[in-house]
């Protein structure tokens, strides 16, 4: 049994490693996967990482063999990554429901999107530069890492507990995706741009733009019903992603 060796793939990241500095190992554009066992299903199953939404992450890391920092993952490779892990452990279709429909989808065939290099500013930098439409104010701007998520995710949920009716995930992820505005990169005056002084026009169109622009996997497809009208959906990402029939 000691000769026995896990097999492993290399998963090619949307970003091709291109936002990362020359010295971070998911430079090289790819990560090195091994295929789940009997042991990761241990983690899929455990309610205490399926009750504070940890379940995921814990799985990705214990797959991943290359040596990297986890959190500096971008959010789109991380997608990537994920989907990877899913048709590396259980194949490429998966079946979920939708309105009482059953939906089949081969994951091989969901589009990605690679980073375009005339965007970058420099090599192994993550940023990036956007003018506001309307205002036409200079910004530049990052892609957002797993870290940032994290960060995201804690402040919202401290605003929500100060106002519960409150619902500032948008203005918040536009605060740390944002890096400087008009040359000034003090994040204070980020904070008091986005809250005071963005356009709501302004801001739909550096959403829009950073929707169509971010290296990815889309995660949403269309679909044809057993009524004939075509519909789109977006993957639904539960514990059942991971282990078909489970019934989590």
């Known amino acids: 049994m000691s000769e026995l060796k896990f097999?492993?793939?290399?998963?090619?990241?949307?970003?091709?490693?291109?936002?990362?500095?020359?010295?971070?190992?998911?430079?090289?554009?790819?990560?090195?996967?091994?295929?789940?066992?009997?042991k990761e299903e241990d983690i899929l199953t455990n309610q205490n990482y399926i009750k504070d939404g940890t379940v995921i992450d814990r799985l990705l890391k214990a797959l991943i063999v290359t040596k990297i920092n986890y959190d500096?993952?971008?959010?789109?490779?991380?997608?990537?990554?994920m989907i990877s892990a899913r048709v590396l452990g259980y194949g490429k279709d998966y079946t979920f429901k939708?309105?009482?429909?059953?939906?089949?989808?081969?994951?091989?065939?969901?589009?990605?999107?690679?980073?375009?290099?005339?965007?970058?500013?420099?090599?192994?930098?993550?940023?990036?530069?956007?003018?506001?439409p309307h205002s036409e104010i200079p910004i530049t701007f990052k892609l957002l890492s797993n870290k940032d998520d994290k960060a995201i995710k804690a402040e919202v949920a401290g605003l929500k507990?100060?106002?519960?009716?409150?619902?500032?995930e948008l203005s918040t992820r536009l605060k740390y995706t944002i890096l400087s505005i008009n040359g000034d990169d003090d994040r204070k005056s980020i904070r008091e741009f986005v809250d005071s002084y963005m356009?709501?026009?302004?801001?739909?169109?550096?959403?829009?733009?950073?929707?169509?622009?971010?290296?990815d996997i889309d995660l949403k497809f269309n679909f044809v019903g057993t009524d004939g009208i075509e519909r789109e959906t977006t993957l639904p990402m539960t514990v059942s992603f991971f282990w078909p029939d489970s019934g989590l």
């Open 7 to 38: 097999p492993t793939e290399q998963v090619e990241l949307p970003s091709k490693g291109l936002v990362y500095p020359k010295d971070n190992p998911l430079s090289s554009g790819t990560v090195e996967m091994k295929y789940m066992t009997a």
């Open 72 to 81: 500096d993952l971008v959010v789109g490779d991380k997608n990537a990554i």
């Open 98 to 132: 939708y309105n009482d429909e059953e939906i089949t989808v081969d994951l091989s065939e969901l589009n990605q999107r690679f980073i375009n290099e005339d965007e970058l500013l420099e090599k192994n930098i993550n940023q990036f530069t956007f003018t506001l």
């Open 161 to 168: 507990k100060i106002d519960k009716k409150s619902s500032p």
């Open 199 to 215: 356009l709501a026009r302004d801001s739909r169109a550096f959403r829009e733009h950073l929707k169509a622009f971010q290296p």
